[in-house]
């Protein structure tokens, strides 16, 4: 059971690149979502997904775009890489739940990506 | 949103008892999370507790919720140099899907 994964594990980039930060999960879960993690800032949404076909904005979405076309994937496109967009970058996945009852996110092991 | 906090970094003995402090805002919050993440890892779940509770323990780890107060802690039991970490204190908000996470305390253990 892999779980999370997330490739590639590191990347640099120039400003003005695209890429995309690729995610699958193999636990069936409904519920994706996109992090990024700054020294002192915590982990803060970028973008999330409810299901395929679905997604909604995050916390600090300005400067990515995501997609769900199946439920097992929920990739992270930079649109003009920028050096404010150097950062660890987490995709999370979890059941959907509509009781409250959540017994907690799967990590994948994180992308730490660089903008020079 | 929701507002979680922590304190930034937290330093002991090796033996010692950890205690990390966390306050949340949101009430409605089924659940509360620990999380742990060693360096260049990702999160993994460390324990969490359902919101009608007072205390979990589960081995070394001994969770307190103060719902009056907002306020939630981890203590760590005989902390060793392997529980050097960050330690991140999440909560759902009122759908229970979306994680709000606080900025996470560094813990060092001194050998």
């Known amino acids: 059971n892999a779980g999370v994964t997330q490739t590639p594990k590191f990347q640099v980039l120039k400003t003005g690149q695209s890429m995309t930060l690729q995610c699958a999960q193999d636990?069936?879960?409904?519920?994706m979502s996109w992090y990024r993690q700054d020294p002192g800032m915590g982990l803060r949404l970028i973008h999330y997904s409810v299901g395929a076909g679905i997604t909604d904005q995050g916390e600090v979405p300005n400067g990515y775009n995501v997609s769900r076309s199946t439920t097992e994937d929920f990739p992270l496109r930079l649109l003009s890489a920028a050096p404010s967009q150097t950062s660890v970058y987490f995709c999370a996945s979890s059941s959907y739940t509509t009781d409250k009852r959540n017994y907690g996110y799967t990590f994948g092991s994180g992308t730490r990506l660089t903008v020079v | 949103g929701e507002d979680v906090e922590q304190s930034l970094f937290l330093s002991v003995r090796e033996g010692d008892s950890s205690v990390i402090n966390c306050t949340y805002t949101?009430?409605?919050?089924?659940?509360l999370y620990w999380y742990k993440q060693e360096p260049g890892a990702g999160l993994q779940l460390l324990t969490y507790?359902?919101?009608?509770?007072d205390m979990k323990q589960d081995q070394r780890l001994t969770v307190l919720l103060n719902k009056k107060d907002k306020h939630l802690s981890l203590r760590i039991a005989d902390t060793q140099t392997g529980d050097s970490a960050i330690y991140f204190c999440?909560?759902?908000?009122?759908?229970?899907?979306?994680?709000?996470f606080g900025t996470g305390t560094s813990l060092t253990v001194i050998p």
């Open positions: 949101d009430s409605s919050s089924t659940y």
């Open positions: 999440a909560e759902t908000g009122d759908t229970g899907n979306q994680f709000y």
């Open positions: 636990m069936n879960h409904e519920y």
């Open positions: 507790i359902f919101s009608n509770m």
